[in-house]
C-alpha cells in the first residue's frame, strides 16, 4: 500500500495506519541504518527514533518523495546526529559477538545465498558505495529517489553507483565469485 495514504490517514487520527507503517518500513530502515552504525541494535533504536519523531512531531510530508524516500531521509538524519555525538563521546566500536549476530539476522532478512554473497562483498566497502547500492538494490530507490537520501545529484548518484559496482566486482572476484553469474 501506497505509505504517503498510510500517513495521511495517521496524520487524520487514524493510530492503525501508524502500526501499519512501522510493520511495512520497520526491518527495511533498521537494515538501512545499519550500514551507516555498524551495530544492529543501535540501528534498531535508530529506527524507533525516526518512528517516534514520525508519532509524537508529525512532520508535514509534502509528498515531493514516496513516503519511504522521506522516511529514509530522516532516519539518515537521525543516524548523522547519532555519529556526530559518538564522535564526541570517542566511543569503542562494537565487539565481535554484535557483528555475529547482525550477520544471522541479515541472513533472515536475505533469504536467497546470491544476495547474501553480495551482502557480505559489500561490507568491505566504502560507507558511500555500501549505502547506494543498497539503497538501489535492496530498497529498490530510483537514482533520484537516492540522491534526495544522500543529498546529492542525480548524475554523481550515477557515477558513484558505477564505481560502486565496479568496487564491488573486485571485492567478489578476490572470494572467487563471478560478479556475471550473480
Not at 99 to 107: A, D, G, H, P
Not at 119 to 141: C, D, I, N, P, T
Amino acid at each position: 500500500m501506497n505509505g504517503n495514504i498510510i500517513y495521511r490517514r495517521y496524520l487524520s487520527g487514524d493510530d492503525e495506519a501508524f502500526v501499519e507503517i512501522i510493520k511495512e518500513y520497520k526491518d527495511g530502515l533498521i537494515l538501512y541504518l545499519n550500514n551507516f552504525i555498524n551495530d544492529i541494535y543501535i540501528a534498531e533504536e535508530l529506527a524507533e527514533d525516526t518512528f517516534v519523531k514520525l508519532g509524537i512531531k508529525k512532520p508535514k510530508n509534502t509528498e515531493k518523495a514516496s513516503f519511504k524516500t522521506w522516511l529514509y531521509i530522516i532516519g539518515r538524519n537521525i543516524a548523522i546526529d547519532y555519529l556526530r555525538k559518538k564522535a564526541k563521546l570517542k566511543e569503542v566500536s562494537i565487539n565481535n559477538n554484535m557483528k555475529l549476530e547482525k550477520e544471522s539476522l541479515e541472513q533472515i532478512y536475505i533469504k536467497k545465498e546470491n544476495k547474501l554473497i553480495i551482502h557480505k562483498a559489500m561490507e568491505r566497502l566504502k560507507l558511500e558505495y555500501k549505502q547506494v547500492l543498497w539503497l538501489s538494490y535492496f530498497e529498490g530507490f530510483t537514482n533520484k529517489e537516492i540522491a534526495r537520501i544522500m543529498k546529492k545529484k542525480v548524475h554523481n548518484i550515477e557515477t558513484l553507483l558505477y564505481r560502486a559496482k565496479l568496487s564491488l566486482k573486485s571485492e567478489l572476484e578476490k572470494e572467487g565469485f563471478s560478479y556475471e553469474e550473480l
